[in-house]
């Protein structure tokens, strides 16, 4: 698997997020808060962090319709 393919598959900071896309942290944010990202879906906290699936959020911005996976 090469690396770009597990960065589309993996969990990172809203921070990171924010480096690949250009889109501000406070944007993120407000996205969540909204409702536009779901949580355990689109973003997870742990620790006092917070986390979002890159893959998933690409999904969300392309207009995909989510894909429910059983844990």
């Given at each position: 698997?090469?690396?770009?393919?597990?960065?589309?598959?993996?969990?990172?900071?809203?921070d990171k997020l924010s480096e690949l896309t250009g889109?501000?942290?406070?944007?993120?944010?407000?996205?969540?808060?909204?409702?536009?990202?779901?949580?355990?879906?689109?973003?997870?906290?742990?620790?006092?962090?917070?986390?979002?699936h890159y893959g998933r959020?690409?999904?969300?911005?392309?207009?995909?319709?989510?894909?429910?996976?059983?844990?």
């Amino acid at each position: 698997m090469s690396s770009a393919s597990k960065l589309e598959l993996s969990w990172m900071t809203f921070d990171k997020l924010s480096e690949l896309t250009g889109l501000s942290v406070e944007s993120l944010r407000a996205h969540k808060k909204k409702g536009h990202l779901r949580e355990k879906y689109h973003w997870t906290k742990n620790k006092g962090r917070l986390f979002i699936h890159y893959g998933r959020f690409q999904e969300w911005i392309e207009g995909k319709k989510e894909t429910h996976t059983r844990a």
